[in-house]
């Protein structure tokens, strides 16, 4: 019985739920304001749809191959390359496990109290920075004791928590027009049209640097895009659809963030609700929707009192959607890249003992290996002497460059593969780009976009002189630098003992 086909419908449907993110736009406005929405049109047009379309390639042309990105930067490149690359993959969802390990309590704490109370935490003596990362610790340790025995009924509290954050985006983008149709009025007002699309409102991303940096996070809110890798095949008519499909795709995800961010702004004055030394991107997303539901209540004329209740359970409503995905994906981030890096490996780069597999199909001694690591980093960041604001704001810089960089890999290696597919090597079943001056040239651009991206973000702390700016950055180059030479090393080490047998 043949294999039902994707219609154009559900492609785009399954690149939309795999890239869009509802945190995003109320970090985004607060970052730059309306000013972020021309960003993530630059961002559609020269960074998502032509990496989109190089993803696809490389999944139709090894659609048999185990292995992932991995096996595709090795038949395109060398062993060595696609292992660096892999690895620094692999090395950015452990910088995402230090992020959310500490975040994760800031989120359980609105789902409580409606509010961050994170701040008047404390455990044996430790400042509340501290203390976050203790609990951050102990979670590593529970999820790798849980995650080891088998994953059982995770994906189905994914499911739960995916369906919640999903609806989150529904929300406020309905909440903000029923607001906005309530008042006649936009609580962020648009006076200037060219001010307000390319000015933030926030000094520190007011400068040329700060306006680039700032693209760091609209790339990141396009992140996902592997999951589709393997779709062009299970498409309709793929030569015609897919393309069409990713153009559309595009321009809907790109749209939805446009809306989300002006629905912010049809409820939240930037000065009023979020110039606060209190507000930071790890908590922002909570004090939107907080102030969604206030201004929900005082629009329909409820009191005082009870427009700030409404505004409470609805930052609630978001602690608890986004502590059950989050919590259901950092189970299945806890052993999914790191088995994808076991697996697609060479044979013996890796110690038979961290390769091994126990009774429940997990390799539970890699994953306590991991589990060291991840807290190192955790202690390292939660006891730097940073504030609450500059804490939260390294462990997410951190991990949007980290994610980011094993992009570079996958586009510069896609450069050797079009060659290479070209020549017959790997079959012409699927192609966008038919020659390899249009290929090349598309490349090069995603690599400068993703490479200029990450030095931007990297150098505008130091440029903008905050306290503590030298060591933001020195963090955000040290994960992808260090990862980038144990990879490097480890390579090395298994190539000199081939060679010596």
């Keep these: 019985m043949p294999q039902k086909k994707l219609t154009l419908i559900a492609l785009i449907l399954m690149i939309f739920s795999s890239v869009y993110g509802f945190a995003n736009m109320p970090r985004s406005f607060y970052l730059m304001g309306y000013a972020a929405i021309p960003w993530y049109f630059f961002v559609a047009l020269f960074f998502f749809i032509p990496y989109a379309f190089m993803i696809s390639e490389y999944g139709a042309a090894f659609r048999k191959e185990k292995g992932g990105i991995l096996a595709w930067m090795d038949k ?4 060595g390359f696609a292992f660096i690359g892999t690895f620094m993959w692999y090395a950015s969802y452990a910088v995402w496990m230090v992020s959310v390990s500490s975040s994760l309590w800031l989120i359980l704490s609105y789902a409580f109290y409606g509010q961050d109370q994170t701040s008047t935490w404390s455990l044996f ?15 590593v340790i529970i999820v790798t004791a849980i995650g080891s025995r088998g994953l059982g009924n995770i994906s189905k509290v994914a499911t739960v928590g995916g369906i919640a954050t999903a609806f989150l985006n529904v929300v406020l983008i309905l909440g903000g027009l029923i607001v906005y149709l309530k008042n006649g009025h936009l609580a962020q007002p648009i006076q200037n049209i060219a001010h307000s699309f390319t000015v933030s409102p926030m000094p520190e991303y007011q400068s040329i640097l700060g306006m680039l940096a700032f693209l760091t996070f609209a790339l990141f809110s396009f992140g996902g895009l592997e999951a ?27 749209l939805g963030y446009a809306l989300g961010i002006l629905a912010c702004g049809a409820f939240t004055n930037w000065g009023e609700i979020l110039h606060s030394d209190k507000v930071h991107m790890g908590n922002v997303a909570y004090i939107v929707l907080n102030n969604l539901g206030y201004q929900l209540g005082i629009s329909f004329g409820a009191d005082q009192s009870t427009a700030v209740i409404l505004g409470n359970w609805m930052a609630r409503y978001v602690g608890a959607s986004m502590f059950i995905s989050l919590v259901s994906a950092f189970f299945i981030l806890s052993y999914s890249p790191l088995r994808t ?17 126990n009774k429940n199909d997990m390799p539970a001694n890699a994953m306590w290996a991991q589990a060291v690591l991840v807290i190192i980093l955790i202690a390292f960041v939660s006891f730097g002497g940073q504030n609450a604001s500059q804490f939260f704001r390294v462990l997410i810089l951190m991990t949007n460059v980290a994610m980011s960089i094993p992009y570079v890999f996958l586009s510069v290696a896609y450069i050797f593969f079009k060659k290479k597919q070209l020549a017959g090597e790997f079959g012409k079943s699927f192609m966008v780009f038919k020659t390899q001056r249009t290929a090349t040239i598309f490349a090069v651009i995603v690599t400068l976009i993703i490479a200029f991206a990450n030095f931007f973000a990297i150098i505008e702390p130091i440029v903008q002189h905050d306290k503590g700016g030298i060591f933001q950055s020195v963090a955000m180059v ?24």
């Design 341 to 357: 890096l076991i697996e697609g490996s060479p044979k013996g780069i890796w110690p038979e003992k961290l390769c091994r597999m």
């Design 478 to 501: 040290c994960g992808p630098i260090l990862f980038g030479i144990v990879g490097y090393v480890v390579y090395s080490l298994h190539q000199k003992r081939q060679a010596n047998r």
């Design 76 to 79: 395109s490149v060398g062993g």
């Design 228 to 254: 589709i890798g393997t779709l062009a095949d299970e498409i309709k008519n793929p030569e015609k659809n897919f393309p069409k499909g990713i153009l559309i795709a595009a321009v809907v995800v790109a």
């Design 125 to 139: 003596g430790l400042s509340s920075v501290q203390t976050l990362g203790v609990l951050g610790i102990i979670l």
